[in-house]
């Protein structure tokens, strides 16, 4: 069997970043491709067979440049970076800094000063397809980014004046549990609601520059219902959990747009708290606005999942779940119909 070895030389400082705690980032990165990978004097040495060599090369190159762009590297860095790595084609053996180029796309900065970016290939697409279309629907599993890239994307373009308002809106609907009554006013009965929300507008914004700004209406958060018989212009609208509005409710909501407007509305269409039998205004909406103009429908899946790698395990899990129970009830449903007949 061929076996080669290259080397790479990593500075100094970016050794702790890109080596993990206890290696434990090369630890991965070895047990992915089958191959050894050792630090002597500054120097990461790589050994085994050489397509294996040249595909722990490209992932420790790229995260290495992300620590040099400044960045603390993370699990999930190094799980997508191998996953990435994994996908390219073996007749092209193409090899592009896809990580670099997806961290040179600064949306804004936290209030802490913490820069905002497009972590996966799908979130930078969905971040270009929002700056490029006038409605888009950004889909996929929780943890994806996208409510808070969205936020984020209309935080910045507030700031810029390209807007004069932003509106955040979502269904008041319980996540398959019954609150029954809530006291205080009507503000206090939707904000457990509305909570998403107002946690990355805090982030991003400053609770100060947040309050203030809403108290001149500048920036609203409301339920969907509040929607109605309005016509929105010059705004940044953001219809968040989506998949819990009914059809009426989404034709409600999108014909609300009026000039200079852009509206970004996002959903998982896994995760519905709608009534049994009921239809998913987002559901719906795919199908009908398909092929209208500047409307964009992002799909993210498990892979641009961005918070603790646990969580992409528990999505993975769960679409592989829902996949195989997809099929065993259609077979039952066969089986059903071929003994009638």
């Known amino acids: 069997m061929e076996w080669t070895e290259c080397r790479i030389h990593v500075p100094t400082e970016h050794m702790q970043n890109i080596f993990g705690q206890y290696d434990s980032y090369m630890k991965k990165i070895e047990r992915s491709f089958g191959a050894t990978i050792v630090d002597r004097d500054g120097e990461v040495r790589i050994a085994g067979r050489p397509g294996a060599v040249k595909q722990a090369e490209h992932v420790i190159k790229q995260l290495t440049g992300l620590s040099e762009r400044g960045n603390v590297i993370q699990e999930q860095n190094v799980d997508y970076a191998i996953a990435m790595e994994m996908e390219i084609k073996e007749e092209t053996k193409e090899q592009k800094d896809v990580l670099i180029e997806i961290d040179k796309d600064c949306i804004c900065h936290t209030v802490n ?47 810029k004046e390209e807007v004069s308002r932003i509106i955040l809106t ?10 029954g009554f809530l006291p205080g006013d009507l503000q206090s009965k939707v904000d457990p609601y509305l909570r998403p929300l107002y946690d990355a507008l805090y982030q991003i914004m400053g609770a100060e520059s947040f309050a203030k700004n809403m108290e001149k209406g500048l920036i609203e958060v409301a339920p969907l219902a509040y929607m109605r018989g309005r016509t929105l212009d010059n705004a940044y609208i953001i219809l968040d959990e989506a998949q819990n509005t009914t059809p009426a409710q989404m034709k409600m909501f999108l014909t609300r747009i009026g000039f200079g407007s852009k509206v970004v509305v996002t959903g998982d269409a896994s995760q519905k708290d709608l009534a049994p039998g009921t239809a998913s205004g987002l559901d719906v909406a795919v199908k009908v606005l398909g092929k209208i103009e500047d409307i964009a429908f992002c799909q993210l899946t498990s892979k641009d999942v961005v918070r603790h790698p646990l969580v992409q395990k528990i999505v993975k899990a769960y679409e592989d779940y829902e996949k195989a129970d997809g099929r065993r009830q259609a077979k039952a449903k066969g089986g059903r119909e071929k003994r009638r007949t």
């Open 170 to 179: 979502r269904p008041a609907i319980e996540a398959g549990e019954k609150l």
């Open 113 to 159: 000063g913490k820069p905002i970016k497009p972590k996966t290939l799908g979130q930078k697409q969905y971040v270009d397809a929002i700056r490029d279309n006038m409605i888009v629907f950004g889909l996929g599993p929780a943890g994806t980014g996208k409510t808070y890239l969205a936020m984020a994307m209309a935080i910045t373009a507030f700031k």
